[in-house]
């Protein structure tokens, strides 16, 4: 959540969504559905996976935040991808859904079912980070891999790991092992990156209307310096 603040931030005050992608977000909330649909009682047996239901669905309130924060400053092209991505991925959370609780009746197989298609969406949430990465890689620059997003992937995987298979929950377990080695790979690449990247910042621009500064008192400034060169 920290690389959430973060990114919040930094969109928030340059008022644009820069070169960052919403994707991994729209994957980490299909992600955060499945798996709070997993831990409730309707797929679950009555409260055995609560801390699954409660960290996942605080995990959809921040996404649907920046997803919407996004949606505010994108252009109208980059909308458009995110309603291509974005629709489709409610569509398919609400069939599952819809097909978990009336198709089957018994938590065994509802348990099976959802956490087989949570399966896909863990790894796919785990995956595209590996986007930025090869982006790192062409650019030689981590400006828009937040460390905080490498990191906390990797801790997240870790201990879901273990509590897969402390829990003896396959399914909670089999998606951090594809997890925490792309973890490892994102801060890795960071690392190696980090000193070598240049973050561009954006040059500083005189704005003549709000500074009162006027074509003639510009003259005057360039007629100074040029003086001052000459001596």
Same mark, same amino acid.
């Given at each position: 959540m920290s690389n959430l603040r973060l990114t919040? !931030? !930094?969109?928030?005050r340059k008022r644009s969504t820069e070169k960052f992608s919403c994707i991994p977000y729209i994957i980490a909330l299909l992600n955060c559905l499945f798996y709070t649909w997993?831990? =409730? +009682? %309707? %797929? @679950?047996?009555?409260?055995e996976n609560f801390p699954v239901a409660t960290i996942n669905g605080s995990g959809i309130i921040f996404e649907s935040s920046f997803i919407l924060v996004y949606l505010w400053f994108a252009t109208n092209k980059g909308r458009k991808k995110v309603a291509a991505v974005l629709i489709p991925v409610i569509i398919l959370f609400t069939v599952t859904a819809f097909v978990s609780a009336f198709a089957f009746h018994d938590h065994r197989h509802r348990k099976m079912f959802v956490g087989l298609i949570g399966l896909s969406g863990s790894i796919g949430m785990y995956s595209s980070p590996l986007v930025a990465v090869k982006r790192v890689i062409k650019t030689k620059s981590v400006d828009f891999m937040p460390f905080y997003l490498s990191f &906390?992937? &990797?801790l997240a995987s @870790? =201990?879901?790991?273990?509590?897969? /298979?402390? @829990?003896?929950?396959?399914? /909670?377990? @089999?998606?951090?092992?594809?997890?925490? +080695?792309?973890?490892?790979?994102? =801060?890795? %690449?960071? &690392?190696?990156? !980090?000193?070598?990247?240049?973050? /561009?910042?954006? +040059?500083?621009?005189?704005?003549?209307?709000?500074?009162? %500064?006027?074509?003639?008192?510009?003259? /005057?400034v360039i007629k100074v310096d040029n003086e001052n060169c000459k001596s």
């Open positions: 919040f !931030r !930094r969109v928030i997993y831990g =409730l +009682p %309707v %797929v @679950s047996i009555r409260w &906390f992937s &990797f @870790s =201990l879901w790991l273990a509590y897969g /298979l402390l @829990s003896h929950d396959i399914v /909670l377990a @089999s998606p951090n092992l594809v997890g925490c +080695p792309v973890g490892i790979v994102q =801060l890795v %690449v960071y &690392f190696m990156y !980090r000193k070598k990247g240049v973050i /561009l910042e954006e +040059p500083e621009t005189v704005d003549v209307e709000q500074n009162a %500064v006027k074509p003639a008192d510009l003259q /005057l």
